[in-house]
Every structure is written in C-alpha cells, then in structure tokens.
C-alpha cells in the first residue's frame, strides 16, 4: 500500500523562492520520480478532477455522520471525529475555490489542512497526554490574545483564569510533525520514514512538507510580496499589468488531497472509520497514473 508515499513527488511545484528551496525541492521530486514512475505531472491535473476529489472524499467522510458520544468513550473518540469532520468542511472550502480558479486561496487552505492534520495525527500519537497539552496550548494563545486586548481596555480573561493559564506553552507545529513522523510511518506504510542523519530532512515526509506547505503558504497567509503574484503579469521590463488571472491547472492545492487521506488513514487505524478503501482508491485515481 504504497498511496501516500507516492503521491507527493506530483504535488511540487517550485516558483518559490528562496533559490535554497526550490532546489532541494527540485532534488526531492527527482528522487521521487524514480521511485514512483507513474505518479501524475503536476501540470497534468485539471482543476475540476481535484475538486471531484476532495468532494469525494468529503462525502466519504459525511457518510460516517451524525455520530453519537457517551461520557463512559472518554474524550479521544469525539475529539478523532471531530478533527476528521473538520478537515472533510475544509475540503469542501477547497473544492469551492479551485472550481473558481482562486489557487492562491486554495493553496491557503493546504496550509490550514496540513496543520490541522499534523495536529490530529500528533495527538493519535498518545492521545491521553497530547489532549491535555492540546488544550493547554489554547489556553495559552487565549492568554496571549488577553494580554493584547489589555492594551486597548478590554480583557479576555478574569485575573483568576488568567492566573491558572500562565505558563502553559503553545504547541510547535513542526515539533508535532516531527513526532507525528516517528510513529506513524514503521505503521502505515504511506508515511515516510523521517531521516535520523543530522541536517538532513526528506522533504516528502510530514516533517518536510512542513517547510514544503506550512511554512512557504505563510506568505500568502501573511500578505507578504508573494501574496501578489497571482495577480501581476510582467508584460515587458517597464510595464505591469493587474488583473485577475484564472488559473485552469493546479499549484500546490493538490496536496490537500492526500494530506486529508493520510488524517483519514491513521484514524481509521485507531477506529476502524471511514471507509479507507474507497478513499485510496479516490487518492490514487487522482495521483497516479493507469
């Protein structure tokens, strides 16, 4: 069951800068492509077949809801549930946003996919101890926003609660990936196994599309001068030209597809839900070539 370690090499596409970045994923995909010779071009997925994707994967999941908890199930089933429902709504939004062209939007949400799929399969590691410090870590950004608001006069929190919150610490989304990386892929046979060598990270493994995903989307996220490209063409040297442009091929939002299979892979592992054949076989008829 080779589905998620094959897939990434087709999802990387490297108008990023800096040039540090791009070649080493450059390297990455040519070593991929070795491996796995019949994924599918990056420039070979139309936006409408990755939308059918993500909506199929999408009804997978609803199939599977409403689903009802007891007090005596502990606070893990709801929570698994939760986040996969969750990551269903996201590709859903996706979906709606490739359909209308708006990649940059769209790659947004890969960002917002891989975190909250780092962040499921990191508590899946030890579900007990990572739900606490899940939740200590809101607390902890609710603070932070508290301490904010105090400079205009508002509070977010009584001295008491705030009193209880102070020192607990925020969660590290590459840490999560790192760990999530250790325990999941001598597991599943999708996961790619994290190198143990130091200064050395293999780009396709949940730790590598850290930097792959979270880390160069942040710059459409945070309206940095990236964040523009969709928009301006370089017609000559002295003129520009604004517009909105459709994009009919695909970038980085592709990878939305199997980030949500991979959360969906490991859950049912634990739960023996959804259907994981039916989602492979939606993965792989995307990614794969024949």
Not at 56 to 67: G, K, T
Not at 108 to 135: D, F, N, S
Not at 224 to 247: F, I, N, Y
Request: glycine share 4%; charged share 20%.
């Amino acid at each position: 069951m080779a589905m998620f370690a094959c897939p990434m090499h087709v999802l990387i596409v490297l108008a990023f800068r800096p040039a540090a970045i791009a070649n080493a994923w450059h390297r990455a995909a040519r070593l991929a492509a070795t491996m796995v010779p019949k994924g599918r071009p990056m420039d070979s997925l139309r936006n409408d077949e990755v939308a059918a994707a993500l909506l199929r994967l999408a009804v997978v999941v609803d199939s599977e809801f409403p689903r009802s908890y007891y007090r005596g199930e502990g606070e893990w089933p709801v929570i698994a549930a939760g986040h996969i429902a969750r990551m269903a709504e996201i590709a859903r939004s996706a979906a709606l946003l490739i359909q209308a062209h708006a990649q940059f939007d769209a790659y947004a949400l890969a960002r917002v996919m891989y975190e909250q799929m780092v962040t499921y399969c990191w508590i899946a590691v030890e579900p007990t101890t990572h739900i606490r410090r899940w939740k200590d870590a809101a607390e902890a950004e609710q603070l932070k926003a508290h301490e904010e608001a105090k400079r205009y006069w508002f509070k977010m929190l009584t001295g008491g609660q705030a009193r209880r919150v102070n020192g607990k610490e925020p969660l590290s989304v590459e840490q999560m990936a790192r760990e999530a990386d250790n325990y999941w892929s001598p597991r599943i046979e999708g996961f790619r196994v994290l190198s143990g060598k130091k200064h050395k990270l293999d780009l396709l493994t949940i730790t590598g599309l850290y930097l792959g995903i979270y880390r160069t989307s942040s710059r459409i996220v945070h309206a940095q001068v990236h964040s523009l490209e969709s928009v301006l063409r370089q017609v000559t040297g002295t003129k520009v030209v604004v517009e909105r442009r459709a994009a009919h091929t695909v970038s980085f939002a592709p990878t939305i597809v199997p980030l949500f299979a991979m959360a969906i892979e490991a859950h049912h592992t634990q739960f023996n839900w959804p259907d994981v054949e039916k989602v492979r076989e939606i993965n792989n008829a995307l990614l794969w070539e024949g």
